[in-house]
């Protein structure tokens, strides 16, 4: 799996849109950038993934570069709730003999009230 | 209802005990995985389970033991308990030919070896 960079920590205001941003310079055309959030005690929660066009579910927007280097999740509105660690995982669907996840340290979001 | 439940939620044992966490998922899944997020919060694989094939993380002591009586259930067997086996510990699942082979996560159980 490719290795992932993001920064340690970052703060949002309520209500405003949280900008997160993934660094995988050595991705190759077949890894999926997937991204999952570990609100504090409990367990990780899939968020979004994505090849390489733009993404948008309920609960966030995923935007990759057009040479796949980078990306960003964005919470449109993020509240409170939103407070977490958030991971970039990239990786290639069903790969890897344990199907496993591998985490990295991800960036600490903290929505300011 | 939970998707993916885990008992107990918190295990305090002496060391040298041995102890079980046992984990059940109602998704209808037919992966089902063990990790381990340790006091840096690093979260790391022990174990994949898929149709009885038992994928082990080579670092992990012969010590744990996963057991699986279905698919739905993944249970985790600790002899012999250290100090650093104080940890929390992550269930699993996923849809092993899934279209987004995403994984859903139980709450943890937070292990505390004395």
């Known amino acids: 799996d490719a290795k992932t960079t993001q920064p340690p920590s970052m703060d949002c205001a309520e209500g405003r849109a949280a900008n997160l941003p993934c660094n995988h310079s050595t991705i190759s055309g077949n890894e999926y950038v997937y991204w999952y959030r570990q609100i504090h005690s409990q367990g990780p929660q899939y968020i979004i993934h994505g090849l390489k066009n733009n993404e948008t579910n309920e609960m966030a927007s995923l935007i990759i570069t057009e040479d796949r280097k980078s990306s960003t999740l964005i919470l449109p509105h993020a509240t409170l709730r939103d407070t977490a660690v958030y991971y970039c995982i990239v990786r290639v669907p069903h790969s890897g003999s344990a199907r496993q996840l591998t985490f990295g340290s991800g960036t600490q979001l903290t929505v300011l009230p | 209802d939970t998707a993916v439940s885990q008992t107990p939620k918190y295990l305090v044992t002496q060391m040298g005990n041995d102890k079980s966490i046992k984990c059940e998922q109602n998704?209808?899944?037919?992966?089902m995985y063990w990790y381990k997020q340790d006091s840096k919060k690093f979260l790391k694989i022990m174990f994949s389970y898929n149709n009885k094939e038992l994928i082990i993380n080579e670092t992990v002591p012969n010590r744990f033991s996963p057991k699986s009586p279905d698919k739905a259930h993944l249970n985790l067997h600790i002899n012999s308990l250290e100090l650093g086996d104080s940890a929390v510990y992550f269930c699993?699942?996923?849809?092993?030919?899934?279209?987004?082979?995403?994984?859903?996560f139980g709450p943890g159980t937070r292990l505390t070896v004395l």
């Open positions: 699993a699942s996923s849809d092993w030919g899934g279209r987004t082979d995403t994984q859903y």
């Open positions: 998704l209808g899944h037919d992966t």
